[in-house]
Every structure is written in structure tokens, then in C-alpha cells.
């Protein structure tokens, strides 16, 4: 539980600096945090639906099993442990997760767009349904995830892992797959139109009925 921390006034936006902060297990659904800094905070298991988040600096934080559904998580969540978190909904457009933990955490119909997400790490993770247009992807490890029908269009996915990876009827317009490894991955009504695959690992990738035929 939080260390003798206000968290009524935290929820009305009266603290801003609470780096290293022990918040776990606490009930923060709503609050106001938007530009708070918690750098290396504890906030695993927390409540954080619908919180604004924006421009918050949660810089290797610890959000495992937060719930953290339909917050505003515009922020830098760089290096963040958000492990098995509920971020259904979530406003991620443009944040820094670079080198994140996501592993099986739920993102579906997350908003990704233009997000930074090299070197993170979502393998197992649900982004059924999610919008990750014009993200930077490199390096990051999709390996097992859900990616049914989310909209990777003129995403940067150059090196990338989506080793048995389920992109069925995904939108990869334009996307880079550059040395990436989509080894059987299931691309079955996928949209490659204008995709990059140079170089890429596509041993036993399922792709009947895709747009444009690997």
C-alpha cells in the first residue's frame, strides 16, 4: 500500500514529485496525475482506470497488474515494467515505452499510433484490434501476440520478432519489416499492400488470402 502518501491530494493534481514512490495496491481510477513525476515509483496493482497520465514521467516504474484501462498514458514510460497490465482502451499515442515490459499485457483496441516502442518487450501481449500506425517498432518482441486486425500501417517493425505472431486480416500497409522474423506467423487476409519484407524470416508464415502475397 502507498507509504503515507496523500492520495486524495495526489488525485487532485496537488503533488508532482513522488519519484520512488511505494503506490501499489492503490485505488487511483480517475485521479488527475497528468506532468506528476514518478520515476522508479511502485504502482503494481494499483487502479489507474481512466486516470490522465499525460506527459507523466513514469521512467522505470513498476505497473505490473496495474489496471490502467482507458487512462491517458501519453507519457514516458520508458524502460516500465507493465507486466500483465489491463491497459484496454489506453491512450499511448506518441508515449516512449522504449524498452518496456509488456509481456502479456492487454492492450486491446489500444491507441499506439506514432508511439516508440523499440526494444520493448510484448510477447504474449493482446493488441487485438489496436492502433499502432506509424509506430517505431524496431527490435521489439512480438513473439505469441494477438495482433488480429490492428492497424500497423507505416509502422517501423525493421528487426522486429513476430515469431508465431496472429496478424489475421492486420493492416500492414506500408509497414518494414526489415530483417524481421515473422516465422510462423499467421498473415491469413493481412493487408501487405506496399509492405518491406527484405531480408526478412519467413519460414511457415501463413499468409492465404492476403492482400498482396508475400
Known sequence: MSNHIDLKALCAGEL???AGAKIDDSELSGCNLAGVHLT????????????????ASLEGSNLVG?????????????????????????????????GANLM??????????????????LMGS???????????????NFSDCNLREADLSRSDLHGATLTEANLEEANLQ???FTGASLARANLLCADLQGAITTGADLTGTCTTGTVLAL
Do not use: E, P
Request: contains cysteine; aromatic residues 2%; proline residues 0%.
Open 16 to 18: 508532482k514529485h513522488l
Open 40 to 55: 522508479g515509483a511502485v504502482l503494481s496493482g494499483s487502479d489507474l482506470s481512466k486516470a490522465s497520465l499525460n506527459r
Open 66 to 98: 496495474a489496471d490502467l484501462s482507458g487512462a491517458d498514458l501519453r507519457a514516458n514510460l520508458w524502460g516500465a515494467n507493465l507486466m500483465q497490465c489491463n491497459l484496454t482502451g489506453a491512450d499511448l499515442r506518441g508515449a516512449n515505452l522504449r
Open 104 to 121: 502479456g499485457a492487454n492492450l486491446t483496441g489500444a491507441s499506439l499510433t506514432g508511439a516508440f516502442l523499440s526494444g520493448a518487450t
Open 126 to 140: 493482446n493488441l487485438k484490434g489496436a492502433d499502432i500506425r506509424g509506430a517505431d517498432l524496431r527490435g521489439a
Open 174 to 176: 506500408g509497414a518494414d
